[in-house]
Nanobody
Framework: QVHLVESGGGLVEAGGSLRLSCAAS????????MAWYRQPPGKQRELVAS???????NYADSVKGRFTISRNNALRTTDLQMNTLEPEDTAVYYC???????????????WGQGTQVIVSS
């Protein structure tokens, strides 16, 4: 069974930084895109940043210039470096990936359990 485990959330003051990490474990043949989503209190889940297997990145306008997504294909991890945090960044952050369990299987989407980020003003 495949799992995604996030870490690195917490409480930080506005202007501060946090680094989130996500590690995939289990029997995995191939990982396609990896991404971070967030769900602010009372709002819908939204895409924060994504990175393809080749390293192409995409960011939500609200985090461009402040957040950086990276990945290590050998370790099956993705990180989200968050700088100049704002109270509006307060949310539960989720890691998501599309992966294959075997080379012949279809891609399936896997989500992590989420990690809380709270930015105080």
């Amino acid at each position: 069974q495949v799992h995604l485990v996030e870490s690195g959330g917490g409480l930080v003051e506005a202007g501060g930084s946090l680094r989130l990490s996500c590690a995939a474990s289990g029997s995995i043949a191939s990982i396609d895109d990896m991404a971070w989503y967030r769900q602010p209190p009372g709002k819908q889940r939204e895409l924060v940043a994504s990175i393809s297997s080749g390293g192409k990145t995409n960011y939500a306008d609200s985090v461009k210039g402040r957040f950086t997504i990276s990945r290590n294909n050998a370790l099956r991890t993705t990180d989200l470096q968050m700088n100049t945090l704002e109270p509006e960044d307060t949310a539960v952050y989720y890691c998501k990936t599309d992966l294959k369990i075997t080379l012949r299987s279809a891609y399936e989407r896997v989500w992590g359990q989420g990690t809380q980020v709270i930015v105080s003003s």
